[in-house]
C-alpha cells in the first residue's frame, strides 16, 4: 500500500513540487489550496490516484470537513507537511495594518494549528505519522 502524504499549501513553489515528486515516487498525495485553478491544474496533471482541494486552512470547519473526507477514503496520514503560508510585504512592523497582519496570523498559526487539530488525533491513535511544519520569511 502506498505511503500516504498530505501536503498543505500545495499550488505553488515548494508544496507543489513537493506535491509532484511524492506522487512520482508512488505516494497516494492529496493536498489544499486557495486557488481553485491552480487545484484543478495540479489534479489534472498528477491524475485520479491523488486528492486535491480548494480550501483555506484558516478555516477550522473547512480543514475539518476536508480531513474527515480524507480519512474516511483513504485513513490516516502517513506524512503531514504544513507548508501552507503568507508572508508581508517586505515592511516594519508598525507599517503593516493591522488586517494583513491578521492574514498572517490566522493562515501561518491558526492554520497549522487547524490542520494538526484535525489530522493528528488519528495518527496519534495509530501510533504512526510523521508531521512537518514549515515557515518563511
Known amino acids: 500500500m502506498p505511503k500516504f ?3 498543505t499549501g500545495v499550488t505553488r513553489g515548494l508544496g507543489r513540487a513537493m506535491a509532484v515528486e511524492f506522487a512520482r515516487s508512488g505516494c497516494s498525495v492529496a493536498g489544499c489550496g486557495r486557488s481553485e485553478n491552480k487545484i484543478e491544474s495540479l489534479g489534472n496533471e498528477l491524475g485520479q490516484a491523488h486528492d486535491f482541494e480548494a480550501l483555506d486552512i484558516s478555516s477550522d470547519e ?3 470537513a476536508w480531513a474527515a473526507g480524507l480519512m ?3 485513513g490516516p496520514a502517513d506524512l503531514l507537511l504544513n507548508n501552507a503560508g503568507v508572508i508581508n510585504r517586505n515592511s516594519p512592523l508598525w507599517k503593516i ?3 494583513e497582519f491578521s492574514v498572517i496570523i490566522d493562515v501561518n498559526l491558526k492554520g497549522i494549528a ?3 487539530r484535525h489530522f493528528a ?3 496519534i491513535e495509530r501510533k504512526k505519522g510523521v508531521i512537518v511544519n514549515f515557515s518563511s520569511g
Do not use: C, G, L
Open 5 to 7: 502524504v498530505v501536503i
Open 62 to 64: 473547512a480543514v475539518k
Open 72 to 74: 474516511a477514503a483513504r
Open 97 to 99: 495594518s493591522a488586517q
Open 114 to 116: 487547524n490542520v494538526i
Open 121 to 123: 488525533p488519528p495518527m
